[in-house]
């Protein structure tokens, strides 16, 4: 953008810039209004800044626009734009071109920056700076923080621990995108969608509720929100508790030998039965072998 006021020349050539901006001043003062400002991602935005110089018509002003690096992150800082005045030229780093502008005002000391489609990866500091040769004192550049609104995808949940009675689990619950960054709460309901009344040991703390000693009591439906300012969003883990495994294997074992001990009792049974009917036929033949002689006698 041309300097709105590059048109006004003095006799010998230099640049004439406004005495509201150059002069009546102690120090430079380079000031963007607020510390935060937020929009929602994809949103076309103006990050606002102002200046004034103790010097009078300077023969050089340089404008410069950085995006911070992130705290604890191993990237650098980067110049989006530098502009430099009287000769109108504006420098933009090739991974904001089409993207990073200036809305320059000399007249009124107006150095705003315009950034279309914002993303997460605008969710950082900007610094705006002026340099004046023979003005190096005062407050030369000012930073604010851009807040890139995204509301929480939907969060992942899941188990870490066996799910048997008198073992401590843990349910997780992380959504990859939000900011300003959610809040996670989890609630659950029984097995007949009753709401459950928490153990007090229970603790739910940044997405992980901690469950401990659990047991039957503990099954149910459990569901995660993830909240921020911008919107929310859910997802649900259905736990299910079992006995331990060593627990089935021992009543498995029990069972088996009740239903053996039936079956040899049942077997036993069938023998005795038998028995009592082969001895109930010999006495029946016995006795039919001694009555044939007399009966044949009478005839």
């Not at 279309?116 to 340099?131: G, H, M, P, W, Y």
């Not at 153990?199 to 047991?215: F, Q, W």
């Not at 069972?255 to 069938?270: A, D, E, F, I």
Request: proline share 7%; glycine share 6%.
């Amino acid at each position: 953008m041309a300097d709105s006021g590059s048109s006004l020349k003095p006799a010998d050539g230099s640049a004439l810039l406004p005495s509201g901006v150059w002069s009546g001043v102690a120090a430079m003062d380079v000031n963007i209004p607020q510390k935060v400002y937020e929009f929602a991602r994809y949103d076309n935005i103006m990050l606002p800044c102002t200046f004034t110089s103790s010097v009078t018509n300077p023969p050089l002003v340089i404008i410069t626009w950085t995006a911070l690096a992130q705290a604890g992150s191993d990237a650098l800082d980067t110049i989006i734009l530098s502009h430099y005045h009287p000769a109108g030229k504006t420098d933009v780093d090739p991974d904001y071109k089409g993207r990073a502008s200036l809305n320059l005002d000399m007249k009124t000391g107006r150095a705003d920056l315009k950034l279309n489609s914002i993303t997460l990866k605008d969710n950082r500091e900007f610094e705006c700076a002026v340099q004046i040769p023979g003005d190096a004192t005062g407050q030369t550049a000012d930073k604010t923080r851009l807040v890139v609104q995204v509301g929480p995808s939907p969060p992942i949940c899941q188990l870490q621990g066996l799910p048997e009675y008198g073992r401590n689990i843990r349910l997780t619950c992380e959504s990859e995108e939000g900011s300003p960054p959610p809040t996670y709460r989890w609630e659950s309901r029984d097995v007949r969608n009753l709401p459950q009344v928490p153990d007090p040991r229970t603790t739910d703390m940044g997405g992980v509720l901690s469950l401990y000693n659990v047991g039957m009591h503990t099954s149910g439906n459990y569901i995660c929100t993830s909240r921020n300012k911008i919107s929310s969003a859910s997802c649900n883990l259905t736990l299910k508790v079992m006995p331990r495994k060593t627990d089935r294997r021992h009543r498995s074992s029990i069972l088996t030998c009740l239903l053996v001990s039936k079956h040899l009792t049942c077997c036993g049974c069938m023998k005795k039965q038998i028995k009592e009917k082969r001895s109930h036929d010999v006495v029946k033949r016995n006795r039919q072998s001694l009555l044939k002689p007399l009966q044949e006698k009478h005839l």
